[in-house]
């Protein structure tokens, strides 16, 4: 249960034998159902989650009831509300699964004791944090002037896996656009490989 969580760790920096207990230490696990909420709007985000198997996504409602795609996660990355979590708030994200679905949940409490107790945690959480800049400053360039069939093309080149896997009325949320787009750029480009 913890070895894509230890791989990801060691993918990012040295990490001992012991340091590795002593992380699985502050964790717990939680199985999803497709479909079941790991995080609600409203509720506060308790714990920081690692996605060990299956497949997330995070979203926001608007006044229409119509939701909005912030992020997918699939194994070997983390979600949540991170201003819920790092302050308590109320959470304005809902977040649940597409797969059945196992995270690896830390409470902010241990989070903290983790990152004194373990210090070579805080520069892996300090690096995820500035691939995580990085990714969302790339993700509003590409929002704000790529074309519809740009973002899908850009996607589906950056990420395949999420082609194969998020199911493309969610893709098309994910992009800001409308499902018929999707599926119209799609049909284009499989007739243009064939």
């Known amino acids: 249960m913890f070895e894509v969580l230890l791989s990801h760790i060691e993918n990012k920096v040295d990490i ?18 497709k479909k079941q909420y ?4 409203g509720d506060i985000c308790k714990s920081l989650s690692f996605v060990s198997k299956g497949l997330l996504k995070s979203y926001f409602l608007d006044e229409k009831g119509n939701e909005h795609i912030n992020m997918f996660a699939f194994e070997g990355w983390w979600i949540s509300d991170f201003n819920s979590f790092i302050n308590q708030e109320k959470s304005v994200l809902n977040i649940d699964a597409i797969e059945e679905t196992e995270v690896l949940m830390i409470t902010l409490e241990n989070y903290e004791k983790m990152m004194l107790e373990v210090p070579v945690m805080d520069r892996y959480f300090r690096i995820l944090y ?10 509003l360039i590409v929002s704000n002037s790529y074309t519809a069939e740009e973002k899908y093309l850009q996607l589906a080149q950056k990420s395949p896996e999420m082609i194969k896997r998020v199911p493309h009325n969610l893709i098309a949320s994910y992009l800001g656009l409308a499902p018929e787009t999707v599926s119209r ?10």
Do not use: C, P
């Open 16 to 33: 001992t034998d012991e340091q590795k207990n002593q992380v699985k230490s502050f964790f717990t696990l939680k199985k999803l159902r």
């Open 185 to 194: 750029i799609r049909k284009k480009n499989s007739l243009n490989n064939t």
């Open 38 to 41: 790991l995080l609600q709007e």
């Open 130 to 139: 500035q691939n995580s800049l990085v990714t969302k400053d790339y993700r």
